[in-house]
Structure formats: structure tokens, C-alpha cells
């Protein structure tokens, strides 16, 4: 088991379901993205990754900022490539400024080009820590487990990926648990109750 694999098994399972809405308080946008279109943003960064920057398995990337929806997407993309999410700030900052990212993604391929990453990856690197992407999929499964996170539920995050919690929150427990996310960017805490109750928050 490993992060493509909980999001393939979920791809499979309904991929047409929302699985990540996104809100930005200081912009007003909304962006919502299916299971399979999140897939498929996915497998088309690692394709960038690979023919666009020639990165290496076990190279870091690093999410910036790591409040935009897009970091989601470079982050699913690094795993399924082999690359390794660095949280301690070193390597290829993605995905940048938004626009040119989105302009430089959308051309390639839909399918991974490349072999899927091995169980044995490097995928997060975080205070002198490391997790292969095999590791991040099993701990993201025991923290579904316990904080009752099952199918069907709906995680209300404002907290943004660069911390392990906030991978955990806004990213992996979802998938892990067959759930969705509400990632809120630059939260207006006076919105945030309304917001729950409008996007059906579980959690």
C-alpha cells in the first residue's frame, strides 16, 4: 500500500465524487476537484516533473505556497512520481506562481508515463525525519483509525501543507479514510462555522 495506490483504490471505487474543495478567504475563489480529476492532475505533474525539471527519484520537491489547491496536486504528483516532499525547505519550489504552473501541467500526458514509485520511495522529509511513501499511506490509514475517520466523512482543514499535521488533515487522512476535504486558505474564522455546515463537515 501506498499513497498512488489509496488514491488509484479510490479512483475505482467513485471517481466521480468531490474529493477536494478549496477556498481562498482573501480572494473569494472556490475551486472544487473530483477523485478522478485529481488523479488525473497527478499523474500529469509527475510527467512534468520527470520530462520538464529531469528530477531524480528521492528528489525534493517543495510545496509553495502550501495553501493553494495546487499543492495538493504537486504533492500527489511528487508521490506518484518518487519524488520526496521536503518540508524543511530544500529543493524544486512548486508550484509556484499558479498560472504558469497550471500552463506548464496541462499539456502533459493524462496517464503516468513512468513506472509507478515503489512502497520503498522516499516521499515526505520533515525535521530531520523521513517516510517512504509506503510508510505515509500506513500511518495515514492508523490516523483514520483513530480520530474515527471513516467513508463518507468530510474534513474541514485550514491548515496548509507544510506541516506533517497539516498533510495529515488536508491530504492523507482523507484518502486514507475514502473521505473529502475542505481546505480553507487564509480562513476568515468568523465564516469558518457557516462554512461547515454549508459544505456538510463531519469533522
Known sequence: MTVPSLLAAEVRRDSA????????????????LSVATLANWAAKTANLL?????LDAGEPVVLSPADHWLSVVVALGAWEYGACVDLDGAGLALPAE?????AAVLPQ???????????????????????????????????????DVSRGARILSTLTL???????????????????VVMVANADVSRLADRAKMERATH
Open 17 to 32: 465524487r468531490p474529493f477536494l474543495t478549496w477556498y481562498d478567504d482573501a480572494t473569494g475563489e472556490r475551486i472544487e
Open 50 to 54: 520527470a520530462d520538464e525539471y529531469g
Open 98 to 102: 499558479p498560472r504558469a504552473f497550471t
Open 109 to 147: 500526458p493524462d496517464a503516468l508515463m513512468s513506472a509507478p514509485a515503489p512502497g520503498a520511495s522516499l516521499a515526505l522529509r520533515a525535521h530531520g525525519r523521513e517516510w517512504t511513501t509506503a510508510e505515509l499511506a500506513a500511518a495515514a490509514v492508523h490516523a483514520a483509525a483513530e480520530h
Open 162 to 180: 507544510a506541516t506533517v499535521h497539516g498533510l495529515d488533515a488536508s491530504l492523507l487522512v482523507p484518502l486514507a479514510a475514502g473521505g473529502s
